[in-house]
C-alpha cells in the first residue's frame, strides 16, 4: 500500500507543474516586453533606441489573447492574473502609443518612412537614450478607448 514509487511520482508531477507554470510566467512577459519595445516604451536591449512599430506590437498583443482564449479554463489562478494583467497593460500601453505621435528620435516601423540617412545616423548616436516614460499629469486625465 505505501510504495514508494507513487509519491515521488506525484512530487514529480508537482515539479514538472512548477516548472510548466514557470515557463509559462516566463514567455507571458517576454512576449509583454517585445510588444513594450515595439510600443517605444522601452529601449531596444542591444542598440538602446527606441522603437516604434505599432503593427508588430499589436502582433504580439493578439498572440497573447490568442494564448488567453486558447487556455482558458486551463490555467491556475496565477497564470491566469498574470496574462490578464499584462493584456491590459499591453492594451493601455497601445492606446497610449497610437495617440501620441512619435518623437524624432524614434525609430518608425509601421509608418513606412525610409531609413534613417548617415547624417541623422550620427545625430542619433550622439544624443543619449531617453529616459523611462513616465506618466505625466496630462496622461492621467485621457480617456482611452481599444482601437485595433
Known amino acids: 500500500m505505501n510504495d514508494p514509487h507513487v509519491s515521488d511520482a506525484g512530487a514529480a508531477s508537482e515539479a514538472s507543474d512548477e516548472t510548466r507554470s514557470a515557463l509559462f510566467a516566463h514567455m507571458v512577459m517576454q512576449q509583454s516586453s517585445m510588444a513594450l519595445m515595439l510600443l517605444g516604451k522601452t529601449a531596444h536591449p542591444e542598440t ?8 508588430a506590437a499589436k502582433l504580439f498583443i493578439d498572440l497573447l489573447e490568442m494564448l488567453e482564449h486558447k487556455t482558458k479554463g486551463n490555467l491556475n489562478p496565477e497564470e491566469a492574473a498574470l496574462l490578464k494583467q499584462s493584456l491590459m497593460s499591453l492594451r493601455m500601453a497601445f492606446v497610449e502609443a497610437v495617440d501620441s505621435p512619435p518623437s524624432k528620435s524614434e525609430s518608425v516601423g509601421d509608418r513606412g518612412s525610409p531609413p534613417a540617412g548617415p547624417a541623422s545616423a550620427a545625430e542619433s548616436a550622439k544624443t543619449p537614450p531617453p529616459p523611462d516614460i513616465g506618466l505625466t499629469e496630462d496622461e492621467h486625465r485621457k480617456k482611452f478607448t481599444k482601437k485595433y
Open 48 to 55: 538602446g533606441k527606441i522603437v516604434r512599430d505599432l503593427e
